[in-house]
């Protein structure tokens, strides 16, 4: 108590005569001190709840993310049994790269292209029907930020992989354009979101489905005619990756066309340090003269 700026009780004795003169004297005392300590309380403990409760929701918006992550791995690892049912039992019939392109020049079977924006305005097969199962969400709530964000620190910034959401149009745009028993090639980048599609559509009735097996990325120029301003295995990629050239793809790029290659990329990166040293000199340079100001 005495730490605290309050007398001790314990080492006085205080007399029914004194009490009354205490009683006057000294509890207004303690009551203004009180009441200055609940006021410096006040203001001291404000910042700090603040700053806990900022932290607490920050943990809490860590783990429902956490949470949301491994909930959907394993949707994913319980869709990717259920698609490889489909293909084992006959409902989907898997076609290479190169046989879908002979399908399509020899046979007229249509190609349902169902790869986001990103990817689809790079490269596109000549004939084939775009409508995306996922696409770049332009939603604005606080998960979808929240995701957005996530994605884009975990990885996204270097992948250049967007945070997709699921097209509720997708069936009923499909319907629109194809009645049940076409003819239906589906197509995606790598191959696993055209087997979520080939899932749906044959839920919805379509029967006569065919899956590019390994995706547009695993043609060949020679098996599919292209339009669209890149090659389809550099669809896919994106980020710094693409514009410093690590990319797996643009590595085998690179040894097959030679150095002139990869002097674009080694010039890109060149730059990049460059840039980087003239951003950190001029952030001292901004430093120094604030400091100088501060002085003055």
């Not at 709840?49 to 429902?64: G, K």
Request: net charge positive.
């Amino acid at each position: 108590m005495e730490a605290l700026g309050f007398p001790s009780l314990n080492t006085h004795t205080i007399s029914c005569s004194s009490f009354q003169k205490q009683r006057t004297t000294k509890i207004p005392c303690q009551r203004e001190h009180f009441s200055s300590v609940s006021h410096l309380s006040s203001l001291k403990l404000r910042p700090c709840y603040r700053t806990f409760h900022f932290r607490r929701s920050a943990t809490r918006m860590q783990a429902d993310n956490e949470d949301y992550e491994l909930k959907q791995m394993r949707d994913v690892a319980a869709a990717k049994k259920r698609w490889e049912a489909l293909v084992r039992e006959g409902k989907v019939k898997a076609l290479t790269p190169r046989e879908a392109g002979y399908a399509i020049q020899l046979s007229n079977k249509t190609l349902l292209d169902v790869r986001p924006s990103t990817e689809h305005k790079k490269a596109w097969v000549k004939g084939s029907t775009w409508i995306p199962i996922f696409d770049v969400g332009n939603e604005f709530d606080a998960g979808t930020l929240s995701r957005k964000f996530m994605s884009f620190t975990m990885g996204g910034w270097w992948s250049g992989v967007p945070t997709l959401s699921y097209n509720s149009q997708f069936l009923s745009k499909v319907d629109e354009k194809f009645p049940k028993d076409t003819d239906l090639i589906v197509a995606c980048q790598k191959g696993l979101r055209s087997l979520a599609a080939c899932e749906q559509l044959y839920n919805a009735g379509y029967r006569n489905l065919f899956w590019v097996q390994g995706g547009l990325e695993a043609a060949e120029e020679e098996d599919l005619v292209r339009e669209g301003p890149q090659p389809f295995k550099f669809a896919g990629i994106g980020g710094v990756s693409e514009f410093l050239g690590w990319t797996d793809q643009q590595r085998a790029a690179a040894a097959k066309e030679g150095w002139s290659y990869r002097l674009v990329f080694s010039a890109r990166l060149v730059g990049v340090f460059l840039l980087a040293d003239a951003l950190f000199f001029g952030a001292q340079k901004v430093a120094h003269y604030l400091q100088d100001i501060r002085l003055q």
